[in-house]
Antibody, heavy 123, light 107 residues
Framework: EVQLVESGGGLVQPGRSLRLSCTAS????????MSWVRQAPGKGLEWVCF??????????EYAASVKGSFTISRDDSKSIAYLQMNSLKTEDTAVYYC??????????????WGQGTLVTVSS | EIVLTQSPATLSLSPGERATLSCRAS??????LAWYQQKPGQAPRLLIY???NRATGIPARFSGSGSGTDFTLTISSLEPEDFAVYYC?????????FGQGTKLEIK
């Protein structure tokens, strides 16, 4: 069974940093691309970033809203994806979901989701 | 950036009725469109991918159609557990975007 468990959320002051982790199990983590998707309270879904598998270079993509502030990475030996969030703003307050993605022929979607971790940016 | 517009924002129907949800893209996304269901307090769940393929374990009453810029999610006969928020999503040039969601509520 595919499982994704996010951790590391909490209350943080504006301008500070936070690192989220997504621990995966039930599949060969290194074979899949991963994403982070967030949802502000009472709002819709917003894709944040994406990392390819090592077979496709392990390269990354970011939404314009977080480019330069957030960094996604992966440790395939531990089956963990990370989201390093720097210079946090109040508008980064959201539940952050980790997803396992499936891509084929240029089409991609978020096949599996974790339960999310809440990040609150407030003074 | 491709913008996805979902309509209606809210759909009020009764169990047993047919639901038709729309997603329109600001430019063609070919068949690169997925649908997700989200219930309160839960993570989203993949329903449909590549515009018309049901994800594993998704009941046959859910179907997707369309290509290019116009897409439809149809629920043939609503069950009580189907009342939720539905999002469409596309990926283009390695950037994903979501629609703003359609809330399906009990009439």
């Amino acid at each position: 069974e595919v499982q994704l468990v996010e951790s590391g959320g909490g209350l943080v002051q504006p301008g500070r940093s936070l690192r989220l982790s997504c621990t995966a199990s039930g599949f060969t983590f290194g074979d899949y691309a991963m994403s982070w998707v967030r949802q502000a309270p009472g709002k819709g879904l917003e894709w944040v970033c994406f990392i390819r598998s090592k077979a496709y270079g392990g390269t990354t993509e970011y939404a314009a809203s977080v480019k330069g502030s957030f960094t996604i990475s992966r440790d395939d030996s531990k089956s963990i994806a990370y989201l390093q969030m720097n210079s946090l703003k109040t508008e980064d307050t959201a539940v952050y979901y980790c997803t396992r993605d499936y891509c084929r022929g240029g089409n991609c979607h978020h096949a599996y989701w974790g339960q999310g971790t809440l990040v609150t940016v407030s003074s | 950036e491709i913008v996805l517009t979902q309509s209606p924002a809210t759909l009020s129907l009764s169990p047993g009725e047919r639901a038709t949800l729309s997603c329109r893209a600001s430019q063609s996304v070919s068949s690169n469109l997925a649908w997700y269901q989200q219930k309160p307090g839960q993570a989203p769940r993949l329903l449909i991918y590549d515009a018309s393929n049901r994800a594993t374990g998704i009941p046959a009453r859910f179907s997707g159609s369309g290509s290019g810029t116009d897409f439809t999610l149809t629920i043939s006969s609503l069950e009580p557990e189907d009342f939720a928020v539905y999002y469409c999503q596309q990926r283009s040039n390695w950037l994903y975007t979501f629609g703003q969601g359609t809330k399906l509520e009990i009439k």
